[in-house]
């Protein structure tokens, strides 16, 4: 099994920055993508980035340009680097992590992320 252990949240005024820290352990060699959902009050879960053990991330167009994914494979962890941050950005932070052999999807605790005056 895989799990998932989630850093990095907390309140930032718009326009600031936070960095987001998921690190998995567990049955790591078996994992594909990596990254991260965000769900906001009252709202479905929704995507944010995602990333392959190998390639750069893929980004939902509300935060691309401002967020940057990264993986580092030897720590097994990703990295959610959020610049120009607006109210907008609101949410709980999930990690998410997937497998194809077998084929199971790993979720984070989630973290709380802020944004406001």
């Known amino acids: 099994q895989v799990q998932l252990v989630e850093s990095g949240g907390g309140w930032v005024q718009p326009g600031g920055s936070l960095r987001l820290s998921c690190a998995a352990s567990?049955?790591?060699?078996?994992?594909?993508?990596m990254g991260w959902y965000r769900q906001a009050p009252g709202k479905e879960r929704q995507l944010v980035a995602l990333?392959?053990?190998?390639?750069?991330?893929n980004y939902a167009d509300s935060v691309k340009g401002r967020f940057t994914l990264s993986r580092d494979n030897t720590k097994n962890t990703v990295y959610l680097q959020m610049n120009s941050l607006k109210p907008e950005d609101t949410a709980v932070y999930y990690c998410?992590?997937?497998?194809?052999?077998?084929?199971?999807?790993?979720w984070g605790q989630g973290t709380q992320v802020t944004v406001s005056s």
């Open positions: 990333i392959a053990q190998r390639g750069s991330g």
């Open positions: 567990g049955s790591i060699f078996s994992l594909d993508l």
């Open positions: 998410y992590a997937n497998s194809w052999n077998p084929a199971r999807t790993f």
